[in-house]
Antibody, heavy 123, light 112 residues
């Protein structure tokens, strides 16, 4: 079935980096993109950015520009999100969700979500 | 960025009674192709978000027909015709018309 499987729990110190993976299965990876969404404890959903699995184009949320990098490996149908210079307020559940493969047209999005990766930033 | 504003933020409901959540956007969500990319998600406690409604009023497979979406332009509504215990959770609207994607603050539905 169509699914996104994310990597496991991460505990990091302030200033470190984290790289979360999201492996797609059950569909043609390059026909879609991946958006990353995070949720701090007890808070709402925050969109972090998007990557096209077709051509690697990215759009990042302005507040994370310079600290986040999203990549894909089409040979393994896996998307990655790396966040650098971690702070305590980066502590959150990080989700990947299926999105469009281009930002030049509209379409149905966020129909499939991963189960989330908990990232805790603490000294 | 398009701001999505939901109300109410907390919604206590009696089992079997209807519930309604409003979502307003700061700009029109009509895309150049004529579609309106407004989604509704349900997040049950301890779970990932699950899409219920896409393009304003289309239910996803497996979503009970007591859930319905309506609206146009900048004003949208999610309705639950008769709330059941399994509907407890937080509901979010999200616009997929403009970049960046933006979510509403969430509405917490609980049983009275």
């Amino acid at each position: 079935q169509v699914q996104l499987v994310q990597s496991g729990v991460e505990v990091k110190k302030p200033g470190a980096s984290v790289k979360v993976s999201c492996k797609a299965s059950g569909y043609t990876f390059t026909n879609y993109g991946i958006s990353w969404v995070r949720q701090a404890p007890g808070q709402g959903l925050e969109w972090m950015g998007w990557i096209s699995a077709y051509n690697g184009n990215t759009i990042y949320a302005q507040r994370l520009q310079g600290r986040v990098t999203m990549t894909t490996d089409t040979s393994t149908s896996t998307a990655y999100m790396e966040l650098r210079s971690l702070r305590s307020d980066d502590t959150a559940m990080y989700y990947c969700a299926r999105d469009l493969n281009s930002n030049w047209y509209g379409g149905d999005t966020f129909d499939i979500w991963g189960r989330g990766t908990m990232v805790t930033v603490s000294s | 960025d398009v701001v999505m504003s939901q109300s109410p933020l907390s919604l206590p409901v009696t089992l079997g009674q209807p519930a309604s959540i409003s979502c307003r956007s700061s700009q029109s969500l009509v895309y150049s192709d004529g579609n309106t990319y407004l989604n509704w998600f349900q997040q049950r406690p301890g779970q990932s978000p699950r899409r219920l409604i896409y393009k304003v009023s289309n239910r996803d497979p497996g979503v009970p027909d007591r859930f319905s979406g309506s609206g146009s332009g900048t004003d949208f509504t999610l309705r639950i015709s008769r709330v059941e215990a399994e509907d407890v959770g937080v509901y979010y609207c999200m616009q997929g018309t403009h970049w960046p994607r933006t979510f509403g603050q969430g509405t917490k539905v609980e049983i009275k």
